[in-house]
């Protein structure tokens, strides 16, 4: 990974620190209020026509869709906000060659809906835990978040090894924050959302980036078919999975899968490596040791 020029470095130092410490922040006016508000617009009559979510973790009150990119247009100016990715980058690099889209989800929590069952978004896959950063959550808010409305109950320090802990923390603390600006947390802070006491909807967008070699929340190869994905930047293509994780990880019969958006496909196709640099140099010296011993 490398660092983005655009990624306003004093910002990032500064959502680094506190992600680090205290397991979330907020970066206000991340995005222009007239982005998100248009977004909201273009995302108004799906929230409309989408059912209320079944179960008590989503919850009875609570609605939720995804597959954004292919929804609005300027869905993709969030996924691919240089700050944002630059951010999640330094926190997710030490354990993945490159990132990938976990999920883009649009939400609404309607008035009456309950407080949400605390939880880590880590949980969702069975690795080592207080180690590892599986994954970077950032909640954009299309109205604003409050106490009364239901704004995420996020528990500070509560991420990293204190993941490990059995006991509940004390402290929770809910995050007040409005359009355009970005609320970003780790994978492994506990937090959720609170209970909507009001007469308003609340809405959000939650974009979320996780390990480039694990199982993401939403299948974007089905919510993004190639067919769709030819339409997308080559970056924001590699975010959705078009792209292999070295080694030889995501590909298709053998090769980038982003071959499958050129329109050039050939009916057989010769696998080629996708290695780390260490494994191709171990690679090599073996090869060249084969061939000395004959």
């Known amino acids: 990974m490398t660092q983005n020029p655009n990624a306003r470095p004093a910002e990032c130092t500064a959502a680094l620190e506190l992600l680090r410490t205290q ?13 998100i508000e248009a977004l909201a617009a273009d995302l108004a009559p799906i929230y409309e026509a989408t059912p209320f979510c079944e179960g008590d973790f989503y919850g009875g009150r609570t609605k939720r869709f ?8 300027l869905a993709a100016a969030l996924a691919m906000d240089d700050l944002i990715l630059a ?45 590892v950063e599986y994954l970077v959550n950032v909640m954009w808010p299309l ?8 704004g995420t109950i996020i528990y500070p320090c509560s991420h990293g090894s204190e993941a490990l802990s059995d006991v509940m923390p004390e402290r929770s603390i809910v995050a007040e924050f409005g359009p355009g600006d970005a609320f970003l947390f780790l994978g492994s802070t506990l937090h959720g959302a609170g209970a909507n006491r009001s ?9 979320s980036y996780c390990l480039g070699w694990l199982k993401p929340y939403e299948n ?21 999975g078009y792209r292999q994780h070295r080694p030889n ?18 009916d057989h196709i010769g696998a080629v490596d996708a290695l780390r640099p260490d494994q191709a140099e171990a690679v090599a010296e073996y090869r060249i040791g084969q061939e000395a011993a004959a």
Not at 143 to 150: L, P, Y
């Open 23 to 35: 397991g979330w922040c907020v970066i206000p006016n991340a995005s222009p209020r007239e982005t």
């Open 66 to 73: 995804g597959s954004l990119l292919k929804r609005s247009p």
């Open 87 to 131: 951010v999640s980058e330094e926190v997710l690099s030490p354990w993945c060659d490159t990132l990938q889209l976990n999920l883009m989800q649009a939400i609404a929590l309607h008035p009456g809906a309950p407080a949400q069952f605390p939880h880590r978004d880590q949980d969702m896959w069975q690795g080592v835990k207080g180690e």
């Open 143 to 150: 109205t604003r978040f409050t106490v009364e409305n239901g």
């Open 199 to 207: 007469a308003e909807i609340r809405k959000a967008v939650v974009v």
């Open 220 to 240: 974007q190869w089905l919510a993004y078919p190639p067919a769709i994905a030819r339409g997308f930047s080559p970056e924001l293509a590699a975010l959705v």
């Open 249 to 266: 990880l995501g590909n298709y019969e053998g090769i980038c899968p982003s071959l499958l958006l050129t329109g050039n496909l050939p």
